[in-house]
């Protein structure tokens, strides 16, 4: 199958500044050194996405899933240090992302790939209408007039189902509720019909039932325009209804990749099935304490050298804790970070 998007070892660094055993000896005296270190929030992570393809991205708070969504769209801060490779199909030709300069960055960013923010009423401007809003991202990649552009945001805004459009677009974000705000993100994210939509936590201030208009109505609009979507959420449930295929993040890491029915039916990873034995269903007995997973996400300042969640498993050897497992495919399509589960 071909591929729209083609991550390869990403890496994400930040420079942080941190005292060794050697300089606290040192650190109070004049003019002693205070080294810099780097504190890896990605680690070599891989992953593709083909055309019409919903990868569902999952993990832990902490884990790396919105740095790799804002590396992607080149919208880290200036400190942070990428390397890899972001590929994107675009004519036949795949483009690296992570090379493009940053006035071709910003014709492909809203137009090519687009990305829907977790909190619409702090990624909206308070002050401006949201049909000019919407208008401003078709004006930005369109020789249009400015009535053309208020068209077609009103246009998107009936494309996301809001009612009586051509009004509501005269709001301001304030005088909208929570899930119309969702769905004015949504609006600005396909008036230019991107071919990938990346999702960040696109329902988590949401109520249950906003939260399963908006699942449906992402699912309408995939098919409608033939969207792929990279859909990052910390709801396995959720998760579970949208991804063709599901990648799990641990501290940086990609430890296990599959189909959505290998990764919730044949979990490999002990991370992956700690997480789901943490999720309750119909079948879970109210008079037991639910299950979870015993102990806490290393910091990007102590990661271990080995499997992060080596301290935290109940399957580790010794060889988890020397150097970091490779990714290895179990199955056709299948892929986890264990030496027990590969062995």
């Known amino acids: 199958m071909p591929k729209l998007l083609g991550v390869r070892q990403l890496t994400i660094e930040f420079p942080a500044r941190g005292l060794n055993s050697t300089n606290l000896r040192t650190a109070g005296q004049p003019g002693a050194a205070v080294p810099t270190q780097a504190l890896t929030a990605v680690r070599d992570l891989s992953f593709s996405i083909a055309p019409g393809e919903v990868l569902g991205l999952v993990g832990e708070s902490g884990s790396g899933k919105s740095i790799t969504s804002l590396a992607i769209m080149r919208l880290l801060p200036p400190q942070a240090r990428v390397s890899g490779k972001i590929l994107f199909a675009e004519n ?18 809203g137009s090519r790939l687009a990305m829907i923010f977790q909190e619409p009423m702090t990624a909206l401007n308070p002050v401006m209408r949201i049909g000019d809003q919407i208008a401003e991202a078709a004006l930005a990649h369109n020789s249009i007039s400015k009535r053309e552009a208020w068209q077609r945001a009103v ?47 696109p329902t988590t201030a949401l109520d249950v039932t906003i939260q399963a208009q908006i699942l449906e109505l992402l699912a309408e609009l995939r098919t409608k325009f033939q969207l792929a979507m990279f859909f990052i959420s910390h709801d396995l449930a959720v998760v579970s209804q949208v991804a063709d295929r599901v990648a799990v993040m641990y501290a940086g890491n990609l430890v296990e990749l599959g189909a959505r029915r290998d990764i919730f039916q044949a979990p490999a990873h002990p991370y992956t099935r700690g997480l789901l034995h943490a999720v309750p269903d119909l079948k879970t007995d109210r008079a037991r304490p639910l299950e979870t997973i015993e102990g806490t996400v290393p910091p990007l300042h102590a990661m271990p050298a080995g499997c992060p969640f080596e301290t935290r498993c109940e399957f580790r050897v010794p060889e988890c804790a020397g150097t970091l497992p490779p990714l290895v495919e179990i199955a056709a399509g299948h892929w986890a970070r264990c030496p027990v589960v590969n062995s």
């Open 92 to 109: 036949g030709t795949a483009r690296n992302l992570a090379e493009l300069p940053d006035d071709a960055m910003r014709q492909m960013r």
């Open 155 to 201: 246009a998107a805004m009936n494309d996301v189902t809001i009612p009586d459009a051509d009004r509501r677009a005269r709001d301001y974000p304030h005088q909208l509720s929570g899930g119309m705000r969702q769905r004015v993100m949504i609006a600005m994210a396909i008036v230019n019909r991107p071919q990938l939509l990346i999702a960040d936590e």
